[in-house]
């Protein structure tokens, strides 16, 4: 009885020590679209596991979040001047152009698209911050509520505004801003062009000369960009709201951690910072059994087993000769097909493949049967990929896509093919690659290893930090001092300068006194011939 008793509580012990008590908090959620807050939805929903009450900042005319379904955290819904098909017809625009367009276009076509979406974009960030921060009635109720921190993801601009407007600790939780511009300037992580490629170049991290040329130029591209952007439109915007002159870096850089949604199972090894942790998969949970209907039918495919196709949440239909293509290359393979699509079923569709308007992906994956994942590239996508050992065919359309892609290539776990210049030949030869070389397998299986022997499971990881910044307000400890250096400080250029002037000065000394002894000697010896 005794020893029960003993065993009862060494158990509550235990848990006591594994899961330190903390303090119900009060958690306020700036959560981005489409996958970055499907992403976030699971980091928020621990959060609501451990006690904390959450409560999630949402627009009125937001695509991906449905603030009507009841969840266990609060949403604050506040009006924009737009509404969900303005945002629709923004998407669509610019899928279009990059899956399609983009190929045949010229330079000055793409720039004038990007300059484009650029402005819709901006028109569209800054009403956001607009409906927030210009609103002295939320603000003030947000103030009462008295919230512990701000969990947010950059893809809307204001968030780190409203942290600082509201004096909360930041949390940010990303994968990268489009090359790395807002880590490298506003969280000052270092970026050696010689071996961190930029995006959307899809370079690894071994570069040949002319390649480190282009990665070069495209850091200078984006940072001229940034800069440009920051100049006329964000810094004088922030000025505005803060009343006083500052910067969108100086307001982000506040930010006291930056969850990153990959690890190293994924990323070239490469410079980080102590504010820096890495978080990728954390959405990732093993595999629930599937409905009857869908069992039934990954049973039906025998020995040769089954693969996932999806090409993500935003991308609803294809052209009808792409579809076409599609359809025909999946129709060779012995494999069953599971094809996640809700465009018009193609003509060349094949008994072997079945489309559906949504799967259950990660079940799917994690599934016996499963053999390859055809997918988009989409971090989230990836990372379930990674946890269940599933090699991938990889079709990357637009953004941060094709450098995805290219990792799991170079790591042996991956074929890329070309979403626009692919025949159905090689779809099905990619397929057939990685479904019969053992080595995609096998390399996929080394990262899924190296992916689950963490010390810590990354949604923990992720919570972990959170409540961390909870307690302590904040993680300055952690925050590297050159936010407050100068670029020319930075780089030493300071050091170098005052180096070189004492080099030089002790030159010139030396020079002088050489030549003034020459001199001297000479004038001797001149002298000494002449009383001779
Ligand atoms: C929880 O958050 C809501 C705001 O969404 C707030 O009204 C409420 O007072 C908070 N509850 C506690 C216990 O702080
Ligand atoms: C791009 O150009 C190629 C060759 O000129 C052509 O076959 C293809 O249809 C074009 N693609 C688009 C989307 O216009
Ligand atoms: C996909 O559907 C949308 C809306 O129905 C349409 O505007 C668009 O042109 C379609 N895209 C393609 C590639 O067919
Ligand atoms: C660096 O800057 C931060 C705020 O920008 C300030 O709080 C801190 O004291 C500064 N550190 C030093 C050593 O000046």
Known sequence: MVSVKRLFLSGALFLLYVCPLTQAANVLAFPGEHSHWLNMRIILNELVQRNHNVTVLVNAASPSIDYSRSERYHFLVYDVP??????????????????YEAQNASVLQIGLEVKNLMQKMNVLQLSVCDAILRDQAL?????????????????????????????????????????????????????????????PL????????????????????????????CLTTVNPYYSEIKGTPTTF?????????????????????????????????????????????LEEFVQSSGDDGIVVFSLGSMVKNLTKERGNTIASALG???????WRYTGEKPETLAPNTRVYDWIPQNDLLGHPKTKAFITHGGTNGLYEAIYHGVPLVGVPLFADQPDNIM????????????????????????LNSVINDPLYKENMMRLSRIHHDQ??????????????????????????????????????????????????????????????????????????????
């Not at 060779?332 to 599971?338: A, E, F, N, Y």
């Not at 170079?410 to 030869?429: E, I, P």
Request: glycine residues 4%.
């Open 82 to 99: 737009f509404d969900r098909q303005d945002y629709e017809a923004m998407n669509n625009r610019f899928i279009e152009f990059w899956m």
């Open 249 to 293: 870096c100086e307001i982000m850089g506040k930010a006291d951690i930056w969850l990153i949604r990959t690890y190293w199972d994924f990323e070239y090894p490469r410079p980080f910072l102590p504010n820096f942790k890495f978080v990728g998969g954390l959405h990732c949970k093993p595999a629930k059994p599937l409905t009857e209907a």
């Open 455 to 532: 010390p810590m499971k990354p949604l923990d990881t992720a919570v972990f930090w959170i409540e961390f910044v909870m307690r302590h307000k904040g993680a300055k400890h952690l925050r590297v001092e050159s936010h407050n250096l100068s670029w020319y400080q930075y780089h030493c250029l300071d050091v170098a300068a005052a180096l070189l002037s004492v080099v030089l000065l002790i030159t010139v000394v030396t020079v002088k006194i050489c030549t003034f002894c020459i001199r001297k000697c000479f004038r001797k010896t001149k002298v000494r011939q002449k009383t001779d």
């Open 202 to 229: 899809a370079y690894t991290d071994q570069m040949s000369f002319f390649e480190r040329v282009h990665n070069v130029f495209m850091y200078l591209l984006n940072d001229v960009f940034m800069y440009l952007h």
């Open 332 to 338: 060779q393979i012995p494999q069953k097909v599971l």
């Open 139 to 199: 603000v003030e109720s947000l103030q009462r509520v008295k919230f512990d921190v701000l969990l947010a993801d950059p893809m809307y601009m204001c968030s780190d505004l409203l942290a600082d407007v509201l004096d909360l600790p930041l949390v940010l939780s990303l994968r990268m801003t489009f090359g790395m511009v807002l880590e490298r300037h506003c969280g000052q992580m270092p970026a050696p062009p010689s071996y961190v490629p930029s995006v």
């Open 407 to 430: 990792h799991m290539t170079t790591k042996g776990a991956a074929v890329m093919v070309d979403f626009n210049k692919m025949t159905s030949q090689d779809l099905v030869d990619g």
